[in-house]
């Protein structure tokens, strides 16, 4: 019933900046908290952060000070902007929505790349 997009990712060099994008299309009546997770290789999906549909906020520790979830309710899309990026932010990144259509189901995109590497 929903579909979400991610896109934004790619290579960047330490300290570099990347801006992750998160569409969601479908019948939807409303979406409530959008987040983003993340997962390197070997490592288990982690939490990374979360934005309630008023703009309320939280951040994994490890990444406060640096990104920054951010959305746009009339378009449906949810960004994480990526500044001072570190080898370990190396990992997949989705995004998830918790959407309302006929029931309220989260919803999870198929993920994009995120490599930090000199």
């Known amino acids: 019933q929903v579909q979400l997009v991610e896109s934004g990712g790619g290579l960047v060099q330490p300290g570099g900046s990347l801006r992750l994008s998160c569409a969601a299309s479908?019948?939807?009546?409303?979406?409530?908290?959008m987040a983003w997770y993340r997962q390197a290789p070997g490592k288990e999906r982690e939490l990374v952060a979360t934005i309630t549909r008023s703009g309320t906020t939280n951040y994994v520790d490890s990444v406060k000070g640096r990104f920054t979830i951010s959305r746009d309710n009339a378009k449906n899309t949810v960004y994480l902007q990526m500044n001072s990026l570190k080898p370990e932010d190396t990992a997949v990144y989705y995004c998830?929505?918790?959407?309302?259509?006929?029931?309220?189901?989260?919803?999870w995109g198929q993920g994009t790349q995120v490599t930090v590497s000199s």
């Open positions: 998830t929505a918790n959407a309302l259509t006929t029931t309220l189901n989260k919803y």
């Open positions: 479908g019948t939807i009546f409303s979406i409530s908290n």
